[in-house]
């Protein structure tokens, strides 16, 4: 059976990382149409909570399913594709992260479990470099101005602070983030073109705080040899 073009594109395009809040291309057609209100008041969010945001991912226990929506352009055609994914942490330094369905483009059964594969391959890379993450919070400050907002807003049943994300020096993205008051998870994630356009889209539809992971819960194993790039990258 061939594989479609419009999959093998989805596929070359998932390949090499350009999924949700991460380093995407440019180019593109908006995914999603909520994209975060304009600013209202503008300040400067506390260190307490970038210190959070910082560590959250690894150090909070939680559970929760989020959907990735995505838009890249090869040559003159423009692609986008949606999907459905499993996170977790025990906060102890075990992670995982399971795909769970392909939503866009359609794919035959064939198609759907090269998609799995692909994704299971690389889930430690995803996991710690795909969405938006602070490895330093001295470095992003250096890099980029954050802005509090001031606006609450309800994600996945929690009460998040909206935050602004943008780089001080030149044109790149702008950051729209949703972060949960309590733990600093980042629950919602808008990744913005210089023109407006919604390039990633990263957003929980659910999530359970301190859950019970069964004994021989699928956490991430590495099948290589592993080793996290210097914060400063």
């Excluded at 209100?37 to 909570?49: D, I, K, M, N, Y």
């Amino acid at each position: 059976m061939r594989l479609s073009s419009l999959f093998l594109a989805a596929v070359a395009g998932l390949a090499f990382g350009l999924a949700g809040c991460g380093d995407v291309s440019s180019v593109g057609a908006p995914v999603s149409s909520t994209a975060t209100p304009p600013v209202l008041q503008t300040g400067l969010p506390s260190e307490a909570l970038l210190r959070k945001m910082q560590n959250a991912a690894t150090t909070v226990s939680y559970s929760g399913v989020r959907r990735i929506e995505q838009s890249w352009q090869v040559g003159e055609t423009v692609y986008s594709t949606s999907y459905l994914e499993e996170v977790a942490s025990d906060g102890l330094g075990h992670f995982a992260l399971h795909p769970l369905e392909l939503v866009a483009p359609s794919a035959t059964p064939r198609q759907a479990e090269l998609w799995r594969m692909l994704q299971e391959s690389r889930d430690g890379f995803l996991f710690r470099y795909r969405d938006f993450r602070i490895h330093d919070v001295t470095q992003m400050v250096t890099n980029y101005s954050p802005i509090a907002t001031g606006v609450r807003s309800l994600v996945a049943g929690r009460e998040c602070d909206e935050l602004v994300f943008v780089l001080r020096h030149g044109a790149s993205f702008t950051y729209n983030l949703s972060v949960d008051h309590e733990t600093g998870l980042v629950l919602r994630c808008e990744q913005v073109a210089t023109d407006g356009r919604v390039m990633g889209f990263v957003e929980f539809e659910s999530l359970e705080l301190a859950p019970q992971f069964a004994a021989d819960y699928p956490w991430h194993e590495s099948s290589n040899q592993e080793e996290a790039l210097p914060d400063s990258q």
